[in-house]
């Protein structure tokens, strides 16, 4: 299984990749470095706080905004919606592809960088473009197809049922850390094949990894020492599951590419599913337009989960695409080797797209997905996981409340998703454990 960090010595560059450092390019001064008045805002500050970054950012830089992705490192975050669909979708432009980094292949970012899990190289299905891009992904594309969304439910349902069984005779919970962080982490688990206890291990490791803070190295190690452990026991004996799906498709023809193949698979499901719940649970439990409907079985769930889709995406900021050669776009100078950073979240603010309330006129044209060719295809089994979770805690806590003030809740650290630290309720000791929800009886679907 190959590790998203480089081997000693930097590899050899890319065809048609510049030989140029920091500086000595020709556009190189007008990059992301130089671009803003004063320091470039950290990438971490924009996840804190997106509702007023995000906005600010817009005010003073426009579509494109110089950013640091670790101090020293720039970057530019494209927030665009107009220039978001041309770097996804431009291969002879920008490439997916993180060997054409510039700060890559010149080592300023070191070995052991906090980055390095995110935005490093891997030899799978995100870090190629064109001909080979396209075969990686028919596997992807092919196991997601696999799901049977009706048994999927029926699994999510078992799992929430059994998570809120743990806590309903306390009155209380956390629907972060007892609710909404281990629903994806058990569903995407049994669907590659592991018990529970190894999805809480892979759950743990992802904490870490998406930090992109001082462990995510240590959080990458042992995010793929679960998942090849997985793979080595499916290589002898089969089961019906995707990780042996996976093994079996003619288009992955190495060990290296299936496991990585199931990292794909993994990693875009997991902290975006529980970014994805909680931020819909907090909006559905202090929203003014939400709060009156939760009790009753009224809860409008795809509303609330197209709203969070749209202004609050479970990936705020996205990495990456790498500029193949000088270009300009929006009228900055971007050079060859520059990161650019998808604004996902930023998208949502484009003035010159959306007006304040256009997510609640029918407007479905959020980024949250990305788009081009690397857009995510998992978008049908998400829905699935994160409707059925709402649904579940409605019908099973039905007069929760929020335990602190709104404002109270801040985000996990990272640059990438804003996923709640805590999400603290209360509702209705059940005096006996729960029981399911019967057919029929559940909220809007």
């Known amino acids: 299984m190959n590790a998203p960090t480089p081997p000693p010595g930097r590899p050899a560059r890319p065809a048609g990749s510049a030989a140029t450092t920091p500086g000595t390019s020709p556009t190189a001064q007008a990059g992301p470095a130089a671009a803003g008045r004063g320091r470039a805002v950290p990438l971490a500050a924009v996840t804190a706080d997106p509702t007023t970054v995000l906005p600010g950012?817009?005010?003073?830089?426009?579509?494109?905004?110089?950013?640091?992705?670790?101090?020293?490192?720039?970057?530019?975050?494209?927030?665009?919606?107009?220039?978001?669909?041309?770097?996804?979708?431009?291969?002879?432009?920008?490439?997916?592809?993180?060997?054409?980094?510039?700060?890559?292949?010149?080592?300023?970012?070191?070995?052991d960088s906090p980055l390095g899990p995110m935005m490093f190289p891997r030899d799978n299905v995100i870090g190629f473009d064109g001909g080979e891009h396209r075969r990686l992904r028919r596997p992807l594309q092919d196991a997601i197809a696999s799901i049977d969304h009706r048994r999927l439910r029926h699994t999510v349902e078992r799992l929430c049922t059994d998570l809120i069984a743990g806590f309903a005779v306390q009155g209380h919970a956390d629907l972060v850390a007892d609710y909404a962080a281990a629903i994806p982490a058990l569903s995407i688990g049994e669907l590659i094949g592991l018990d529970p206890e190894q999805a809480r291990e892979l759950l743990a490791a992802m904490h870490l990894l998406f930090s992109s803070g001082p462990r995510a190295q240590e959080g990458n190690a042992r995010f793929e020492a679960v998942l090849g452990a997985l793979f080595g026991s499916r290589l002898t004996h089969r089961r019906d599951d995707l990780t042996s799906f996976l093994i079996d498709h003619p288009d992955l023809h190495t060990d290296s590419e299936v496991?990585?193949?199931?990292?794909?698979?993994?990693?875009?499901?997991?902290?975006?599913?529980?970014?994805?719940?909680?931020?819909?649970?907090?909006?559905?439990?202090?929203?003014?337009?939400?709060?009156?409907?939760?009790?009753?079985?009224?809860?409008?769930?795809?509303?609330?989960?197209?709203?969070?889709?749209?202004?609050?995406?479970?990936?705020?900021?996205?990495?990456?695409?790498?500029?193949?050669?000088?270009?300009?776009?929006?009228?900055?100078?971007?050079?060859?080797?520059?990161?650019?950073?998808?604004?996902?979240?930023?998208?949502?603010?484009?003035?010159?797209?959306?007006?304040?309330?256009?997510?609640?006129?029918?407007?479905?044209?959020?980024?949250?997905?990305?788009?081009?060719?690397?857009?995510?295809?998992?978008?049908?089994?998400?829905?699935?996981?994160?409707?059925?979770?709402?649904?579940?805690?409605?019908?099973?806590?039905?007069?929760?409340?929020?335990?602190?003030?709104?404002?109270?809740?801040?985000?996990?650290?990272?640059?990438?998703?804003?996923?709640?630290?805590?999400?603290?309720?209360?509702?209705?000791?059940?005096?006996?454990?729960?029981?399911?929800?019967?057919?029929?009886?559940?909220?809007?679907?």
């Open 259 to 445: 496991v990585q193949t199931i990292v794909v698979l993994v990693s875009a499901g997991k902290h975006t599913s529980i970014s994805w719940i909680s931020q819909t649970l907090r909006m559905l439990l202090s929203d003014p337009r939400f709060a009156g409907q939760v009790r009753g079985g009224q809860l409008p769930i795809d509303n609330a989960l197209d709203e969070v889709l749209a202004v609050l995406p479970p990936m705020i900021n996205m990495p990456a695409r790498y500029a193949l050669a000088d270009t300009k776009l929006s009228g900055r100078v971007i050079a060859r080797g520059d990161a650019l950073i998808l604004g996902l979240g930023g998208a949502a603010r484009d003035p010159r797209v959306h007006d304040d309330l256009w997510w609640t006129n029918d407007n479905r044209a959020n980024l949250a997905w990305s788009a081009g060719p690397h857009a995510c295809p998992a978008r049908d089994p998400a829905r699935t996981i994160a409707r059925t979770a709402i649904a579940t805690a409605q019908h099973l806590l039905p007069d929760m409340e929020l335990a602190c003030p709104p404002g109270a809740i801040t985000a996990l650290p990272s640059p990438w998703t804003a996923i709640p630290t805590r999400l603290p309720v209360t509702f209705t000791a059940a005096p006996t454990p729960v029981a399911p929800a019967p057919p029929g009886r559940h909220a809007r679907l």
């Open 57 to 111: 950012l817009w005010r003073e830089h426009g579509p494109l905004a110089p950013v640091e992705l670790e101090p020293g490192v720039p970057a530019w975050l494209v927030m665009g919606y107009r220039e978001l669909l041309t770097i996804t979708k431009d291969e002879e432009r920008f490439s997916r592809d993180a060997r054409n980094w510039r700060a890559y292949q010149d080592g300023s970012v070191p070995a």
